[in-house]
């Protein structure tokens, strides 16, 4: 029995171009330690793991004459060793060339006729240390039917569980007849078959009837953001290459200013970033070009009582914060960001992080791919900016033993929107990864050293000040907290 793709899945590999590559990535570095880890341990780890997210081992096969969606096929010639590749940096493997190695693979779309992922297992690190880059499309994983592979990879004991290859044996391929029977089968005894098709085929003509500007949904994107962001400096025009920038900071600092000034910690990572973007556009010598607001859409956790806890595809809605560049108190700018989440948090659906953190098995991964989800299907609201943050767990995780000491998420780029930002806190620290558009944003790399000063501002304001807690909000432990 085969599964139709979702017209939004459709519209997602409708909407993919060589600029916009729809894929979520990971970098996870690890310390080997005793365990012996290696590449032939990373394949073994997958060839084990793989069966718990099927999907991986399927690709995406079309219908003749389009007359229903496409449906998820086995793919009969899945090879492990194409999916699954080793790569090395030159000495010494520091973090920049590991930037630089991610940057050139996240740059380049997955191929179509495969399975959507790719893994890449790097060697060369200082320190003795190793890599894991994931790479998945955004129509691969969903958080209701298919996590992340990386989610299933870790343990949270350096023992890891023996599961045993599963036997598996790809389903033969339906022929372009069965194919057909089954679509005319599902439209007779479905009717939402035929709303999907007539929706998917809607948005296809529209695309097609706006091909001299690239797309009906582009033209859209542009008319939304000019109205929304005036001059901004990060809208416009997308290559095919990117940056990408790493940085990691200490998981204490925000707690620090929570504890000072209230809020929780998303809104002190919040406040780091309009605090990063504020000096990184003073670096530029515009005089902040009259843009006093950026505004960005923060994907966040909603309660839904009629769905699992696991369903977290379902469970993640967009919030929209202007983010205060213009202002120059570090302070205000935290007080000004806790009050744009205060409504979602009155509504009582807000999440908190323990929640999330106790989902078996979670991992950050998959909030992220989910995140970037939704910060597509809003993309036309006018936002400039996507920003998401996941709370990961607090304990180490392990590969196949190996201990994993850093993970920094590489969400992707939205046409007309060169910059995105991801963070993941995970055993003490809090990991920033920025996405970047290479020739849009030349200067990217200074938003690394901006983050590190807008946390340092911060810092500086909590040391020996008393609490300050914004009118209207109880001294107590916020439930969306990062613990």
């Known amino acids: 029995m085969t599964e139709r793709l979702r017209p939004r899945d459709v519209a997602v590999l409708a909407e993919e171009s060589a600029s916009t590559p729809m894929h979520n990535a990971t970098v996870e570095i690890f310390e080997p330690g005793q365990s012996g880890f290696d590449y032939a341990r990373l394949v073994g780890l997958v060839q084990e793991r793989i069966s718990f997210v099927p999907r991986y081992r399927q690709r995406v096969q079309p219908v003749p004459g389009r007359i229903a969606n496409p449906v998820w096929v086995d793919d009969e010639h899945f090879d492990l060793g194409y999916h699954v590749r080793r790569s090395a940096l030159p000495r010494p493997g520091t973090l920049d060339q590991l ?11 997955l191929d179509r006729s495969r399975p959507l992922w790719e893994m890449y297992f790097v060697e060369g690190l200082a320190d003795g240390q190793v890599a894991i880059l994931t790479k998945s499309h955004q129509v691969l994983v969903d958080g209701i039917e298919t996590v992340d592979l990386g989610q299933v990879l870790l343990d949270k004991s350096p023992v890891p569980k023996e599961l045993g290859a599963d036997g598996w044996r790809a389903r033969t391929r ?6 057909m029977a089954g679509a005319v089968h599902d439209s007779l005894t479905g009717p939402e078959t035929v709303a999907d098709t007539l929706l998917s085929t809607t948005g296809s003509v529209l695309r097609g009837a706006a091909s001299t500007a690239r797309s009906a949904g582009r033209v859209l994107d542009a008319l939304a953001n000019r109205s929304a962001s005036g001059d901004s400096p990060i809208i416009g025009p997308l290559s095919q290459q990117r940056r990408v920038v790493a940085v990691r900071t200490d998981l204490a600092d925000y707690r620090k200013v929570r504890e000072a000034h209230g809020g929780t910690v998303n809104d002190v990572v919040l406040a780091t970033v309009t605090g990063a973007l504020r000096a990184w556009l003073m670096t530029r010598g515009e005089s902040m070009r009259g843009v006093r607001q950026i505004r960005a859409v923060v994907p966040v956790s909603v309660i839904d009582e009629e769905l699992e806890a696991t369903s977290l595809g379902s469970q993640i809605a967009a919030h929209f914060v202007d983010l205060p560049v213009r202002e120059a108190s570090p302070v205000v700018r935290l ?13 009582g659906r807000a999440v908190a992080a323990t929640r999330l953190i106790g989902i078996p098995g979670f991992a950050p991964a998959t909030f992220h791919a989910v995140g970037s989800r939704v910060a597509a299907v809003e993309r036309r609201r006018g936002y400039q900016l996507s920003v998401t943050n996941v709370p990961g767990p607090q304990a180490p995780l392990y590969a196949a033993g190996a201990r994993m ?49 807008a946390l340092d501002e911060l810092v500086d304001s909590a040391s020996g000040s008393r609490t300050r807690v914004p009118r209207g909000r109880k001294k107590r432990r916020p439930p969306e907290e990062t613990p």
């Open 174 to 179: 339906p022929s372009s007849l069965a194919l």
């Open 99 to 109: 930037r630089d190695l991610v940057a050139r693979i996240v740059s380049r779309p």
């Open 335 to 347: 007080h000004q960001v806790s009050y744009s989440f205060q409504a979602h948090k009155e509504t």
């Open 405 to 453: 000491v850093a993970t920094y998420p590489v969400p992707p780029l939205l046409e007309g929107h060169p910059l995105a930002i991801g963070v993941t806190s995970y055993d003490g620290h809090v990991y920033y990864g920025l996405t970047a558009d290479r020739d849009m944003l030349p200067d990217a790399d200074l938003l690394g050293p901006c983050l590190h000063e």
